[in-house]
């Protein structure tokens, strides 16, 4: 019987434990953790891949239930100010305060870009309808609540701090964990596998000296607001196309300024009532501010962003907390032999834009049982586990993107473009890659790590789209206030994303990568068109460049659309790189391939293709025939 002891019992521990005993019906799973009371709690922002991810452990009936909607990321770009404007967003905001602000979407329709003398505060990136891919925006307390009762029965709970993790040398030898409880009693556990979950205290990594620092720093605060008064989110003055679909209300809100970031997250109450998650994310150095507190935040949105100030000032707040500096990394995440993995906080941290996060315990977890799946078989090879390692840092490298971007957020028009192809690259090629499995697959990891190869941080460029237009176009757009009309009409969030995908089996990867490179050049093109460059000869050699690469990812797109197969190419085939889920999407659809006469777990080629579906534990807490057991001692 294969042993996994999972360090922690917070939300990487719980999300594991719940996999693993899906995927791996028979291992015996100990679950390890001090059982601190009042831990700070952050990260109630879902995306479709986290969505996925929790369908596919049985929690959407109690989501559906239990959490409210989330009707994607919704982004606020403040009008562009120019010189004397005194409706920009600043001047709006002033208003607004005396109260003289449009208070309706009618009002912004009536006027809908911004030009001299009136128009929206805001201009909108929002979901022209409902995803078919659902999300959810947590109360990550009852959340975390009905985690812990569904894993309860699961696993073997030992209550106390893990002290120190003994990894054996022995080919085939067990892990040994030492655990020392609140009266000091001390006790071992030993495990084939060791999965740290031990989050910000980073057991595995200060035990082997794994920490490393990462380029850039983040601090945040946040809390929890009770009572207020949400008409003011949905009355806010805004350009936005008009819908029917859902309420506005229901999304993540996200605010910026120059080296900072605003989420407001609606949510569920214990009781049924709105509660809202308020935070901010920045970077000190750039903000000019370290340690932020409920006032310095006020003062901040007084300047920047009124409308927001004046919703916190309506509730009441319940709780908060805050991270200073808190960004970390590791030096490595998982033992080439398969004996520890590091997952969630334990091995780094992320900034919460985009809601990443927990998307990405979504695979890490999958690689760890892949990676355990293997090991079982005999056939984990360090060549395997350097691929997912790679898909780590390709993740890393959005982080480094993220970093960037501060410096630029209080530039309306290079951020709304560049959220646009992140938007982008999330549905076109980052969400094929995961509902299909895809990731799994050593291959496709390693391509992925090539294409966003990370880079010392003095050599990161700046991280906004086609930065050559974005410049002018920026620059043009204060002299002559054309900004609104920039981000709203050029950057066509609503139709540059396909927000449409609602199944992994039947994606074809290579024709929505296509798809990608023909919107990308599009948009080029579209950026150049409004800098009237015709009119101005000294930009011709570098519009002439970017043609010539719309150009090229043209040319690229048509040839992924005659013959798709060549995006699938760095696939490998080989069964030692493969993902050990076969067909690979059933990761996270087990039961859809069981449906079709495949099991669903484990690849045939390693022996495991009599497995019984997904979720059949085996009576006798057996793993199922063809998975190789470890034997070892309780
Ligand atoms: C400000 C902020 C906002 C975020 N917002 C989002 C968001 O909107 N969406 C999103 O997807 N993600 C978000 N995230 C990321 C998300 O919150 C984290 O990825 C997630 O909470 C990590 O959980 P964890 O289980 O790894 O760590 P934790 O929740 O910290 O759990 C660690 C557990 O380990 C236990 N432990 C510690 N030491 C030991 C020991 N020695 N022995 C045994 N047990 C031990 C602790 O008691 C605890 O139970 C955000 C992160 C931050 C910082």
Sequence with gaps: MTKIAIIGNGLSGRLAALYLDKHLPGAELTMIDPDVPNKPIVGESTIEMTSQFFLSLGLGTYLEENQRHKYGLTYYFPRPAMDGDMEAPGAAGAMAEKGAMAETEAAAEASPVAGAGGGPDYILHEAPGVIRLPAYNLNRFTFDDELARRVAPLVRKVTG?????????EPGGQQTIHVMDKAGETSTVTADHVIDCSGRARLLAKQMGLEQDPPFQRSSYWFRLAGFDRSILNGLNVDKPRHHCYDSYSVTHHFYGKGYWIWIIPMQGEDGEDLASVGVTYRPEILGEKAMNQDKMLDLLSRDHPRVRALIETGR????????????????????????????????????????????????????????????????????VEAMEGHVQAELYKQDQLSQRYPVMDDPIKLSWTLVFNYMAYFHLFLPDYMTGAFLNGGVAKRTMKLLMR?????????????????????????????????ATAAHFHKAVPFNFYRGDNLKRGRVAAAYLYKRGLLRAKALRLLHWWREPSLWPMVAGQYLRTGGEWLL??????????????????????????????????????????????????????????????????????????????
């Excluded at 086609?466 to 043009?476: A, G, T, V, Y």
């Excluded at 996270?588 to 059949?616: C, I, N, Q, V």
């Design 161 to 169: 701090k893990v002290t120190e993790v003994e990894i054996s040398d």
């Design 317 to 384: 707040k319940v709780d908060e907390a805050r991270y200073y500096n808190y960004m970390y990394e590791a030096r490595q995440y998982y033992d080439t032999r398969g004996r520890w993995f590091l997952l969630g906080d334990s091995g780094f941290t992320f900034d919460p834009a985009g809601s990443l996060g927990i998307a990405y315990l979504g695979h890490q977890i999958p690689q760890i049982t892949s990676m355990i799946l293997k090991a079982g078989q005999g056939m984990l090879t360090p060549a395997y």
């Design 455 to 487: 880079k010392p941080a003095e050599m990161i460029p700046v991280a906004y789209a086609f930065p050559q237009i974005m410049d002018k176009l920026s620059e043009r757009a204060k002299e002559k206030g054309n900004g609104a009309e920039i981000i």
């Design 557 to 634: 797109a048509l040839l992924l659309v005659l013959r798709p197969r060549i995006y699938e190419r760095p696939a490998s085939k080989d069964p030692a790189m493969m993902s050990a889920f076969d067909p690979q999407y059933s990761f996270l659809f087990p039961e859809e391939a069981a449906s079709r006469g495949r099991p669903g777990m484990g690849r045939p080629d390693g022996g495991t293709a009599d497995r019984k579906p997904a979720r059949a534990k085996d009576e006798a807490g057996q793993m199922p025939a063809g998975v190789t057991a470890t034997t070892g001692n309780a």
